[in-house]
């Protein structure tokens, strides 16, 4: 018996508003802000929050000095146009491509994600 419908992530961040942003447009999600704390929520109830840590340190990936810790895969119907956008919106493509139906990339904080074909 789940206990829950959605599940909520958080992700530390050095600019939570920035952040929130770029994962609100590019999930198609609203934007919504509570004091120093952003929300980017689907209608189907599905959140990613997002928290301001000082002295913010990146993820390293595919090293563990400074572990990803999570990451997300975005389900797309095609890579190069995801691509396009995602950078557009601030993303970098990761230079460790491992795979060849997803592409690695980095938020604009230096977390790791995914898009993935569907």
Known sequence: ????????????CPDPRALATFYATML????????DWYEARADYGMCLCFQ????YRAPVWPGQDSPQQMHMD???DDLDEAEAAVVALGA????????????????????????CLS
């Open 92 to 115: 970098t493509r990761h230079e460790h491509q491992p795979g060849t139906t997803f592409r690695v990339f980095l938020d604009p904080a230096g977390h790791p994600f995914c898009l």
């Open 28 to 35: 198609d999600f609203t934007l919504v802000e509570q004091e």
């Open 1 to 12: 018996m789940a206990i829950a419908r959605f599940p909520s992530f958080v992700l530390d």
């Open 52 to 55: 301001k840590v000082e002295d």
């Open 74 to 76: 975005v389900v797309v």
